[in-house]
């Protein structure tokens, strides 16, 4: 069993709790609990470890492309481990290590300017961006070590220090690269404590943290926004999406739906920026709801392990059981399967992909996240209609809009309210590229220069050059 990391050791295993394979539905591993003491260890040794850390600029940079160089060596230790615990197939599990790999390497060479905003025969004023200090990190079961890096490579580059938590599902992953990461980071710089719910709630009530780095669910997403607000903790937040494609009138529909699937069913659509849900011209409806359904037919799902699958379990049982409830009542409500609907008889948590039909706004598998193989094809009539109604959501994280005309959908795409919008494609995404959510999709962004600001707070440093004393100007 991979252990937790405190101060660059492993912490003793107090207390532990089942990994449990979704592509059999049985435990094949334990993990460590961590106790509110552990965290507490592991803040102090985070805290011990920044002035250091924050101080050597030319030192971070080299430790972060030894880090990169390290979990590259270990990949298929680590993407192993990762596609046991969420049931993903090699492709989607292997998709993950090179995001970690990257964004080390691309953060380790990135450069954080100073601003000269005043330099005269009075002044000379500085804009310079300061670490915060200890951040606290919590990451989703949906990818694991990809969204861990998205946190830990910028976070570490600024000079800040990190207690790391990783889901109660998927757990593994993230502790064999901390105990990876212990050979190459001074102690105290990358701790990570594993374990549920409340662990994670002990991260975001530690006075040490200056930060809290979160990806997950909107209703955690609204707890750690309000327990952060009460020492003014710096917050980023990812949090969940529901995701609208508005096809336009003008496509050829056999052209664009594979695009349009695996855009929906990438990682079985557990992930934050897919497609889940479709708006499609009525004309064009039947075409597209029996091409979907054709491609959602012929996708072999089964054992994870089987270079044959193309989608595996879902990953966890609450996870199903939500999916399976919301394609339930959307049928009980008069909708249609074209596709699938139910689970496989057989153990395991798996499901066949489900493209629903004759839905509607209003429906719970159409207005909140579903986060599964299952997917609802709308009609519309009017364009300016469905913006109205791709934009009538609280969530804000992606949408896209699927044309002959990349012009004409660069347009619409600009009218659709969501952190990053596509044309011709979806979850598109890069280290250089800023993302992150609207409305209640989250606050702030990952990624790029402004993913590396996030983990700094600005400080205007003021050389007085006249007499010294308070200045006028
Ligand atoms: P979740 O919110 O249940 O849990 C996420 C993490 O937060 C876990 O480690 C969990 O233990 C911890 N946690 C839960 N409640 C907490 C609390 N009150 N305080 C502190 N920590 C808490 O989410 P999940 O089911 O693991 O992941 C799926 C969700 O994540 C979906 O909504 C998905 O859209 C979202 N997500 C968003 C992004 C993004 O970048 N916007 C990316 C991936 C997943």
């Not at 502790?175 to 709630?201: A, C, H, T």
Request: glycine share 10%; with cysteine; net charge negative.
């Amino acid at each position: 069993m991979p252990t937790q990391t405190i101060n660059g050791v492993a912490a003793p295993t107090l207390g532990e709790f089942d990994v449990i394979n979704p592509a059999t539905g049985t435990p094949f591993a334990t993990a460590p609990e961590a106790t509110r003491e552990q965290v507490g260890q592991a803040f102090q040794a985070a805290a011990q470890a920044f002035p250091a850390w924050c101080d050597d600029e030319d030192f971070r940079r080299a430790k972060l492309r030894e880090a990169s160089a390290a979990i590259a060596a270990n990949a298929d230790e680590l993407t192993g481990l990762l596609s046991r615990e969420s049931g993903k197939t090699a492709q989607f599990a292997g998709f993950e290590v090179p995001v970690a790999v990257g964004w080390l390497a691309y953060y380790a060479d990135l450069d954080l300017p100073r601003e000269l905003l005043r330099d005269d025969e009075t002044a000379r004023v500085e804009l310079i961006r300061r670490p915060v200090g200890v951040v606290g990190a919590i990451t989703p079961w949906n990818m694991p070590i990809g969204l861990a890096f998205f946190k830990i490579a910028p976070a570490l580059r600024a000079g800040n220090t990190v207690v790391l938590k990783p889901s109660p599902f998927t757990p593994l992953s993230t502790l064999r690269f901390g105990e990876i990461l212990r050979e190459i980071l001074p102690p105290g710089v990358l701790n990570i404590v594993s374990g549920g719910d409340q662990v994670g709630q002990w991260l975001v009530e530690h006075p040490l943290a200056r930060k809290i780095s979160f990806t997950g669910s909107v209703d955690a997403g609204r707890s750690v926004n309000i327990s952060a607000a009460n020492d003014f903790k710096r917050v980023t937040l990812e949090l969940g999406g529901n995701d609208a494609a508005i096809v336009l009138d003008d496509v050829d529909v056999a052209q664009i739906v594979p695009g349009l699937f695996w855009s929906a069913f990438f990682n079985n659509g557990q992930a934050c920026a897919l497609i889940k849900r479709v708006y499609v011209p009525r004309r064009l409806y039947t075409d597209v709801v029996d091409a979907l359904a054709g491609v959602a037919t012929s996708t072999v799902v089964g054992d994870p392990t089987d270079p044959a699958t193309q989608l595996g379990p879902v990953a966890n049982l609450p996870q199903i059981q939500r999916v399976t409830g919301l394609v339930d009542k959307a049928l009980e409500n008069g909708a249609t399967a074209a596709a699938g609907g139910r689970p496989l008889d057989r153990p395991g948590y798996f499901m066949e992909p489900t493209i629903v039909a004759d839905i509607a706004d209003g429906t719970p598998l159409v207005d909140e996240e579903q986060f599964g193989p299952a997917l609802p094809i709308i009609a519309y009539d009017d364009l300016d209609d469905a913006v109205t109604r791709a934009n009538g959501t609280d969530f804000g994280l992606g949408a896209s809009v699927w044309t002959a005309d990349p012009g004409r959908g660069a347009r619409i795409a600009e009218k659709l309210q969501a952190g990053t919008t596509w044309v011709n494609t979806h979850a598109s995404l890069g280290p250089t590229v800023p993302f992150g959510g609207r409305k209640h999709s989250g606050l702030g962004v990952e990624n790029g220069p402004w993913g590396l600001e996030a983990y700094t707070d600005l400080q205007v440093v003021h050389v007085n050059r006249g007499t010294p004393g308070p200045s006028a100007g």
